[in-house]
């Protein structure tokens, strides 16, 4: 059983981190979760199995046992006393993704944690440098040949894009490898699988900074320049290099000669990544590990003894961090670490929002108000991705400054809030509980002379460094990151154990529970197997919809949902596929499935309203799905609009209701001139003709052509108002649009423009011929503001940036023209004047 457990954890610790497909799966790190749980579940049954079966089934007596079951108890109530608080329409969601979560903290978090710390008793040397240094340089130079020796896809996708006969043979061998490597099965061998995976993925994405890319046929930058590895996230990367960072620089400082400059390579080469990840929130947490690792007595007594390597790998380190160059990647986001950490600093000068820093703020916000909702137990254990969203619509609402940074956390970015919004006082005390405890134990590995008490302290610093990168990061709470910083938690809490607690592994009690724990094992297994398969024909389904082909790509995305479980993505693209085939109950049938599965996607209940107003003729229905829609996304333009046009079908049984939400609209998008138009409409029949007035004016100013706005601004006339001032505007734009028309450039002009200007100075058009004729007429420093106003707005009109690019090399100011007609240039590539001012400027 030692050695299938053993075969195991080689998979979790070098196949799973390594694993990664880019167009199986529409979530490209599927196939490492899926199998990640799989192995870990039955490698705890195996050793469970084992230890009944022998009567030896014991556990070190951890410092966190106690803390871990309260934590477990504390996340069950509070998601308990979230579902009864919950009204029946969210219970199913809430079931699910507690369901998840749950399942989470029980195989990702203590089934590793208890597996390392019961491994620890499997003493052994550290291994030889030479045969895993041999293993990882072969293994990784033969992947380069990966280019020249893939084979032609085989069958069709996606199983021809699993499938690769050179790809297999080198897993194969690198498995058979790592098996042999690991055999002993202590904790220092798997502790070095992690390692060689750690430095095989950041080799892998420093080349990927730098754009060799040999593994894909094109270069990955689903986030820029930042490099991604073999993680599908660089936060993912940079957090799993944090934990092993310390490990590695230990290491380093016990070894000597050829071993001493592998371990130093390794360490340059973790640091590498992180910084080509460009993660800050790792990179504080790899300062932090490897600042606590510096509280160790041993390792500061290798630093006295030897101080000149310890020294030249500081030097080298730093080096690297101060030299390290921008991405090679082509994207529009290359900063280097220095311009990375210079952001800061121009984000608390500059006006204006800082995505990183205020998206944050966003979400933080959020989860402080679900926690404050029910300060005792929280908004309930594994839920804050499903009310997230109806929390952020109201700030939104609120505060213009984030409407552009809206997102879908998963997350808190902060684990802190993340216990709080979730499980409130108690889940917050249990966790800092469980953390004092921690630290509290391995104090006396930091302060031991043993040889290993360096590396167990070493475990311990790189559980601090991913505390500290989790304030504002998310990667505990993903897979792969996660099981190695509860495993090595596990190694740290089990070296610093005193004792262990004996369990009667004897008997056919304890066999019979072994037993059942293998069935869960197998269940839960199957479980992830299903989850596989839903993913991939999910992604096909998916891609085939996008092509417009619809009988296959519902094909597909009824497979996934036969393979279930249910998820919310995969059942809302099979909605949509219904939809577009016009079988429109099947359709609702799948939307209400997906709200089901997690009742938080504004998409879900917008497509439902339109469903339902449009082809199962319930407009009352259809008007709580809007609603419910807007309360989320308050920034949906298509929310209001269909809302609003479904309200003004019986304006007068819904008038307080739609003068509401058009004021809520023009609020929100105050330049959409339809908006007020609507809003004027209500106002008439609500009797307020000054205020409906108001209403049309304001539309008119914006968009003069509105004729309907035009057409019901006179009609008010004729219920007693007086004649509204903008009417005689109107009259002027249209003379002077004729007068642009016949290409008319007067003085007379201009005063007709600069008047029509100043009438309506929100209008893109007017102030686009006011600038033009100010140019034309050589007056170009007055013509400037007008143009790049008109730019800002409209930076798609090809003219504006010409006249703008003129503007600006008649008054020498030669950079910013050249930047204005090449921008017009990619608008119109043969646009005369753009081409003109170009060979001006000698940039052609």
């Known amino acids: 059983m030692r050695r299938a457990q053993g075969f195991f954890l080689t998979v979790c610790f070098f196949v799973c981190p390594l694993l990664f497909f880019t167009n199986l799966t529409r979530n490209p790190y599927v196939t490492q979760i899926s199998l990640l749980n799989i192995c870990l579940l039955a490698a705890s049954c195996l050793f469970l199995l084992e230890g009944a ?171 820029g320049g930042r490099s991604v590895s073999t993680f599908g996230n660089p936060n993912f990367m940079s957090s799993y290099n944090v934990i092993l960072l310390p490990g590695a620089v230990a290491l380093f400082s016990q070894s000597r000669g050829p071993r001493r400059l592998a371990y130093g390579a390794l360490a340059l080469a973790l640091e590498a990544a992180l910084l080509s990840s460009l993660t800050r929130s790792s990179w504080l947490g790899a300062a932090v590990g490897v600042c606590l690792l510096c509280l160790s007595a041993e390792f500061r007594r290798a630093v006295r003894e030897d101080p ?68 005792l137990t929280g908004k309930g254990w594994g839920l804050f991705e499903l009310f997230y969203p109806f929390y952020q619509g109201h700030i939104l609402s609120l505060f213009e400054l984030l409407r552009g940074l809206r997102t879908h956390a998963n997350n808190a970015h902060n684990e802190i809030l993340e216990v709080w919004s979730q499980t409130g006082i108690l889940g917050l005390g249990v966790f800092l509980w469980l953390w004092t405890a921690f630290f509290a134990s391995v104090r006396r590995l930091f302060l031991g002379r043993r040889p290993q008490d360096v590396f167990l302290a070493a475990a311990a610093s790189g559980v601090g460094g991913m505390l500290a990168d989790n304030l504002l990061n998310v990667s505990l709470h993903f897979a792969v990151p996660g099981f190695l910083f509860w495993w090595t938690a596990g190694i740290a809490a089990g070296g610093a154990a005193e004792g262990e607690r004996p369990r009667a592994g004897k008997g056919l009690a304890w066999r019979s529970a072994a037993a059942a724990a293998l069935a869960l094992a197998a269940a839960l297994s199957w479980l992830w197997v299903r989850v596989w398969f839903r993913e991939v024909h999910y992604f096909a389904g998916f891609k085939l919809l996008r092509q417009g082909k619809l009988p296959g790509a519902v094909k597909e995305l009824e497979l996934s949902r036969s393979w279930g479980p249910r998820e919310v993505n995969a059942v809302y693209e099979l909605g949509n596929a219904y939809a577009r085939s016009e079988r429109h109950e099947a359709a609702e049938r799948a939307y209400a499935e997906a709200l089901r599965a997690n009742a938080g996607y504004d998409e879900i209940y917008y497509n439902m309203g339109v469903l339902n107003s449009q082809r199962l003729k319930a407009p009352e229905r259809a008007i709580l799905f809007f609603e419910v829609a807007r309360w989320i996304n308050p920034l949906s333009k298509e929310v209001f609009q269909s809302l609003g046009s479904l309200l003004l079908q019986d304006p007068k049984r819904h008038l307080k209701r739609a003068i509401a939400l058009m004021e809520a609209a023009v609020r929100l998008f105050p330049e959409h001139a339809p908006h007020w138009n609507n809003l004027g409409y209500l106002r008439t029949l609500a009797g307020d003709l000054e205020e409906a007035e108001r209403a049309y004016t304001q539309a008119l100013s914006l968009d003069p052509s509105l004729l309907v706005a035009e057409k019901n601004l006179l009609a008010l006339s004729a219920q007693g108002r007086p004649r509204a001032a903008i009417l005689s505007g109107l009259s002027e734009l249209r003379e002077l649009e004729a007068r642009t028309a016949r290409r008319e450039v007067s003085e007379e002009s201009l005063a007709l423009a ?17 600038g033009s004729l100010l140019l034309a007429r050589g007056r170009s420093a007055e013509a400037v503001g007008h143009l790049e106003w008109v730019v800002a707005r409209e930076g798609g009109q090809v003219w504006a940036r010409v006249n703008l690019g003129t503007a600006y090399l008649s008054l020498g100011r030669r950079e910013e023209a050249a930047r204005e007609l090449r921008a017009a240039l990619a608008l119109d590539s043969n646009n005369p004047q753009a081409l003109a001012g170009l060979k001006a400027l000698g940039d052609l």
């Open 53 to 223: 079966w022998k009567g030896d089934l014991s556990f070190p007596r951890t410092a966190l046992d106690w803390p871990l079951l309260s934590w477990l108890l504390v996340c069950l109530l509070s998601w308990g006393v979230a579902y009864l608080g919950h009204a029946p329409f969210f219970r199913p969601a809430m079931a699910s993704e507690g369901a998840k979560a749950l399942l989470f903290l029980v195989v990702n978090a203590l089934c590793p944690f208890y597996l390392a710390a019961a491994c620890l008793r499997r003493q052994g040397e550290l291994p030889g440098i030479a045969p895993w240094a041999g293993f990882v340089l072969a293994w990784g130079l033969l992947w380069t040949a990966f280019p020249q020796m893939r084979g032609p896809a085989a069958g069709a996708e996606p199983w021809g894009h699993l499938w690769d006969g050179y790809g297999a043979l080198l897993w194969a061998g690198g498995l058979s490898a790592a098996l042999w490597l690991a055999r002993r099965g202590a904790w220092s061998d798997y502790w070095h699988l992690a390692l060689a995976a750690g430095f095989l993925g950041s080799v892998y994405g420093v080349l990927q900074y730098f754009n060799l890319e040999f593994i894909w046929p094109s270069a990955l930058n689903p986030y």
């Open 308 to 375: 000149r390597p310890h020294g030249l790998l500081l030097i080298g380190g730093l080096a690297l961090a101060l030299l390290w160059p921008q991405s090679r990647i082509l994207s529009a986001y290359t900063p280097s670490v220095l311009g990375r950490l210079a952001e800061l600093g121009r984000a608390a000068r500059e006006p204006g929002p800082y995505g990183p820093w205020h998206q944050r703020v966003l979400i933080w916000a959020c989860a402080w108000l679900m926690g404050q909702e029910n300060p």
């Open 754 to 770: 600069e008047r029509v200007g100043r009438r309506f100075p929100q209008n893109p058009k007017a102030r686009f011929i006011l």
